[in-house]
């Protein structure tokens, strides 16, 4: 093996009674010469269907993508060295899943360096935290980038158009210099960022899906922006890559084995990959949660990522969990190690990855973007299409037109409305108790998934926090969180594609403020009011149980609410 591939930190598998199963699976594939076909993008590793076979191949092109982009650092970086002569001090990214993924964990990884920007993500419908951000920044030296692959996306479009209406009344005709767009060739968009001036429109590459992107200009124009050392985080991913199998055979190929471990182990049952991590890389869970949910939920088979539970006691634990730890070697993070610890002694498969320091993220993109491929493969499913995504998104238009016409969205009737919060499902009860009692029933392997459409606030996560605790001890079920409509570009194709085993629960609120949206003739509430509705309809026409819960003007006090509710 070569220098770089030796600085590539080896995963440690803990797999007990599951050892010998993955094993033997690891024997097939090399048998088959898995890692050779991989490189060649042999579709029939995964699927045997023609056209399907077709379709895998086309978004195969993340597979050497760091090596493009290696080529592709000097015109980066001198793009940045531009916008700071130009007096930028911030940047806010507007995307959407794959788009804005990437962005938020270097954010919340890295420090910010002396020369880099202030690093926002906007990546919600929310009017209060669209209102949050632009209150963050002086607009006049903001740097807005509207990401969108397929140039299409609502959301970016939605946010590029409210910010540039923002600061064209600062600066008139000049607004477009302080716009970005990154979006694929072929896209709409690039005529639009053309017209309205943009001082830059950077083209990614049709063959890379969006949760395939970190390492594109996707991940690196604002990774270069906020400071990070592009060149070094590529050149690690490249030294992944290789270990891998890119330059020919390899010994021990890392993303093979994870990938394997994870794809039996979900077939045996252990399909909820309870991540684990220093509060440092908390946010890796955001990018690992859309990767691994959105390539393996179809079909009613997949792997449930489960970021942010906080480690609880051994016998609040199923059998359906893995635990995966990716946290730093020069870091003890005693009290996590000490429960993973018990959790291995009491038979839990643990997976454990210690990285050098942040700069590693580059190649643990990597591993994980190849892990996810091989455990689709031993699923027999196709990792880069999303076929359950598209009906949130088609109830939600549905919906927008039925506000263009009438001027509002339908409303349902409440099932109860106590102590102040509407309860929409569930069974005819009393009172809230009794209804949350009937709702919350689960069988070993079900799941809770906490769906806010709300405001985030360190006070909302703190209680959201509580809720899930509560939830986890009464049922002994894995429990997941996403602020919405973020999740429904990346956990949102699990919930209606992968096993029929999730409880859901939505969480709406009162829009105040809200915002208008410029050119239309609704707000921004409007719209994430009609994203929640619409996937609550996707979700039910997927026969999935659910329970929106009206929060009504104050959310934190209704959060507080529903836990005694459910603690009571």
């Known amino acids: 093996m ?37 490189w060649q993008k042999q579709a029939d590793l995964w699927v045997q269907d023609a056209q399907a076979q077709a379709e895998l191949r086309v978004y195969m092109g993340w597979l050497r993508v760091a090596e493009t982009m290696q080529e592709r650092v000097p015109e980066i970086e001198q793009f940045v060295q531009e916008v700071r002569a130009a007096g930028f001090t911030h940047v806010i990214v507007m995307g959407m899943g794959g788009s804005s993924m990437a962005p938020i964990v270097f954010e919340k990884s890295f420090p910010k360096s002396a020369e880099g920007l202030e690093m926002l993500v906007l990546d919600t419908t929310d009017p209060g935290t669209v209102q949050h951000i632009e209150q963050q920044v002086p607009l006049a030296t903001t740097l807005c980038i509207v990401a969108s692959k397929s140039g299409t996306t609502a ?26 767009a990154i979006t694929d060739p072929g896209s709409k968009f690039i005529a639009t960022a053309e017209s309205l001036g ?37 050149r690690r991913s490249v030294g992944m890559m290789q270990a891998n199998g890119s330059s020919g055979d390899v010994t021990h190929n890392p993303g093979l084995e994870l990938g394997v471990a994870l794809g039996v182990l979900a077939q045996q049952g252990r399909d909820k990959l309870t991540l684990v991590t220093p509060a440092g890389l908390s946010d890796l869970g955001l990018w690992l949660e859309q990767l691994i949910a959105e390539s393996t939920g179809k079909h009613g088979v997949g792997i449930l990522p489960v970021a942010g539970e906080p480690l609880a006691d051994v016998r609040l634990y199923g059998n359906d969990r893995v635990f995966v730890y990716v946290g730093y070697e020069g870091e003890a993070d005693q009290a996590n190690q ?24 580059g190649q643990e993109f990597f591993r994980w973007e190849v892990a996810t491929a091989v455990a689709s493969a031993v699923l027999e499913i196709n990792p880069f299409d ?6 949130a998104k088609t109830a939600t238009d549905k919906l927008m ?14 099932t109860l409305e106590a102590e102040g919060l509407r309860y929409y499902g569930g069974t005819a009860a009393a009172d809230a108790k009794a209804l949350l009692s009937g709702f919350f029933q689960a069988e070993p392997g079900s799941y809770v998934s906490i769906q806010a459409y709300l405001t985030e606030t360190p006070e909302l996560n703190a209680a959201i926090d509580e809720l899930r605790a509560t939830l986890q001890q009464r049922l002994h079920a894995a429990t997941t969180f996403g602020y919405g409509p973020r999740f429904l570009h990346s956990t949102g194709q699990y919930h209606k594609g992968g096993p029929n085993t999730g409880l859901f629960l939505q969480l709406t609120a009162d829009n105040n403020p809200d915002l208008p949206l410029p ?11 009609a994203q929640a509705q619409g996937d609550l309809e996707a979700l039910r026409s997927a026969d999935r149980r659910t329970l929106r819960v009206h929060l009504g003007a104050d959310a934190l006090a209704g959060v507080k609410a529903l836990t005694a509710a459910l603690k009571g």
Do not use: C, W
């Not at 220098?3 to 590539?8: A, F, G, K, L």
């Not at 999303?386 to 009906?391: D, L, S």
């Open 2 to 38: 070569g220098e770089t591939q030796q600085s590539v930190p080896a995963a440690a598998l803990h797999l007990g009674p599951y050892q010998a199963a993955v094993d033997a699976k690891l024997a097939e594939f090399n048998a088959k010469n898995f890692t050779a076909g991989f």
């Open 155 to 180: 959301e970016p479009l939605a946010f590029g158009d409210y910010f540039y209406d923002r600061i064209k009344a600062i600066k008139g005709d000049k607004a477009g210099e302080n716009f970005v």
């Open 198 to 234: 943009y001082r830059r429109v950077f083209l990614n590459f049709t063959e890379v899906g969006g949760r395939f992107s970190a390492l594109s200009y996707f991940g690196l124009v604002p990774a270069a922006l906020y400071g990070i050392d592009i060149e070094e985080l590529l």
């Open 338 to 361: 000490q429960k993973l610890q018990a959790l291995e002694a009491a038979g839990h498969p643990v997976i454990s990855i210690r990285m050098h320091d942040a700069l590693d993220l």
């Open 386 to 391: 999303q076929p359950n995504v598209q009906a």
């Open 401 to 414: 037109k039925e506000v263009a016409e009438k001027g509002a969205l339908p409303q349902e009737t409440a």
């Open 519 to 529: 050119g239309r003739t609704y707000t921004f509430g409007t719209l994430k009011d």
